[in-house]
């Protein structure tokens, strides 16, 4: 050891297993700001449409996100989760979002992948790309924009991304803007390719996951308006320097696979492999108890209270293993939800008792670090088992805007925060 402590930094740090970067950043840390959950692309047969196209070939995929969290310096995740073949990235930018696709144009910067502009997404796997000095604040709004030079199915995406994005011919990952009335240009509101964005900040930074479905996932969200209630909970969250992260899925479930991979199985990937994760909030089930018997789920039996329960004590037992505090949330109403669709046989009564059922073992359990009650934040107390009409997006079951502003203005932000939060960042923009 005496030997080692004369060594040059770099020296040094090579034989500690520590690279010169690594050594000289000892004082900073990767944070997660923003997220997408992957899903797999489904079937043309399914309920809902995909809105993306199976192949890209020669295209460039524009996308815009908002931060929760800034930093001086950001990085990005692109996921391959669902792919059986290498994607193979050609090129690759972020910048500061102006309007529409346009971006900053001096805020542009390159992607590099293990300095390297180029890359390959391997089947099953993400890709993080090197850190880039863009120094941005919180609440921030970017554009990652990527380029794939060769045929490349569409597997993975997230499909209710509640933002536009621009699938463009060439490579387009340096333009100014991307023409919508350019030919060959499509648009659609799902996600492809990119599913994080981590900011850099100090070692005691957090992040507060939400584990949910298509009510965190924003699914009657005004569209491009981070109007979801994860989003409105960001703006609250931000000045003390705290992240928040959506790992909705609309149509997921806590057992059993949805429109995404069920939620035991993706919490590793989506909540606790997320740098800076300190807590979990769990908002999950009413998929579980409505899906079955509907065209989702024709076929499938209702889970019990012991099942939903036990599935709940899996998440928190293995969250706490990480040393991630769990928050449980209650189911909020949903009587008379969807009429006039395919699954106007969403909500039965026997349905309702048993979402009652699970609300009262989430609020009584003890199993649960703290409860935020949605249900009872939401629902109508004239009419306790539908929501509020204030908050109604009108299909009775997800709210609109001011419902979901409500929900997360209704939270005690102490009972999200594991320890005492950084400042927040404030951008200094070259």
Known sequence: MQRLSILPAALLSLALGTSPVQAANAD??????????????WSSDFLFPSNVPAVLHGHTVRQVARLSVGGPR?????????????????????????????IDAGSLRTLTFSG????????????????????????????????????????????????????????????????????????????????AIQVEAAPAAQAVAI?????????????????????????????????????GISGARLLSDG?????????ERDVLAQPGVRTVVVLLGINDI????????????????????????????????????????TLTPFAGALPGTPLSDYYQPDKDALRQQLNAWIRASGHFDAVLDFDAWARDPAHPL????????????????????????????PL??????????????R
């Open 74 to 102: 950001v990085r990005i995740v692109l996921s391959n989760a669902y792919g059986k073949v290498p994607l193979r990235i050609g090129a690759a930018t972020v910048a500061l979002a102006a309007s529409g696709s346009a």
């Open 211 to 247: 584990l949910g479905d298509s009510i965190t996932d924003g699914a009657s969200a005004s569209l491009g308006m981070d109007a979801r209630w994860p989003d409105f909970l960001a703006e609250r969250l931000a000045p003390q320097g705290v992240a928040v992260i959506n790992a």
């Open 290 to 329: 409505s899906w079955p018997g509907t065209a989702f789920a024709p076929r499938e039996q209702r889970p019990t209270l012991e099942e939903l329960s036990s599935g709940y004590a899996r998440l928190i037992a293995q969250a706490r293993s990480r040393g991630v505090r769990v928050v449980g949330a």
């Open 259 to 267: 429109m995404g991979s069920n939620a035991l199985a993706r919490f």
């Open 386 to 413: 539908r929501l509020l009409p204030a908050y109604d997006s009108g299909d009775h079951l997800h709210p609109g805007d001011a419902g979901n502003r409500a929900l997360a203005e209704g939270i005690a932000l």
């Open 416 to 429: 999200l925060l594991n320890q005492s939060p950084r400042p927040a960042y404030k951008a200094v923009l």
């Open 116 to 195: 390297q502009p180029s890359a390959s997404v391997a089947p099953g796997a993400p890709l993080v790309s090197d850190p880039v000095d863009l120094s941005v604040p919180d609440l921030a709004r970017l554009t990652v924009s990527v380029h794939l030079p060769q045929a490349s199915p569409t597997s993975t995406f997230h499909w209710d991304g509640r933002e536009t994005a621009w699938i463009a011919p060439q490579d387009q990952t340096r333009a100014a803007r991307i023409d919508d009335a350019q030919a060959g240009v499509h648009t659609t509101t799902a996600r492809l390719l990119l599913s």
């Open 28 to 41: 900073t840390a990767w944070l997660a700001s923003w997220t997408a959950s992957p899903q797999a692309v």
